[in-house]
């Protein structure tokens, strides 16, 4: 029952996380920070990463490799938005490292619906099959391409002095 009511909270934090991080990529690609989307995403998504370590562990599963890479990725992108404040290279690390961290999460999404929602699970039951690897490359596709925008869209800074865009690239608030 406690197991129950930890795994309903964890998947609600992935799932909220992930919904942020729509937004997130969202206000890169319109080059705005959106400051309190990038809150709730990058709470939801490292406290998704560390409940996912409080799960009982019986062998060393390849989740754990995901969660251990996120918890690298999200040490360096809480840094370089909350302490580094976006400024110089910072902004480039932070724009990779919450596009990898928002993948992370969304791949091991992908593969729980492909272990847990039957008519996934008949298509790839080992997770190796075609239906898998096709999803989760397709999926790593978009997010490249997202990432590669995200990352050229959120370092642009208009130069018309005053525009809202102009002091939202440029770290303001908005």
Known sequence: MLLNAFTLF???LSLVGIAAGFVVVYGFLESRRLDGWTLLFLTTTAATTVTGFLFPFHRFLPSYAVGIVSVI???IAIPA???FHLEGAWRSTYVVTAM????LNFF???AQLFGKVPPLKALAPTQTEPPFAITQVAVMVVFIILGTLAFRKFL?????PGNARSRTAAGGKM
Request: net charge positive; no cysteine; proline share 5%.
């Open 10 to 12: 964890h998947v609600a």
């Open 73 to 75: 990725v999200l040490a």
């Open 81 to 83: 938005r909350y302490r």
């Open 100 to 103: 990898l961290a928002f993948y």
């Open 108 to 110: 091991v999404l992908i």
């Open 156 to 160: 642009v800074t208009p130069a018309v």
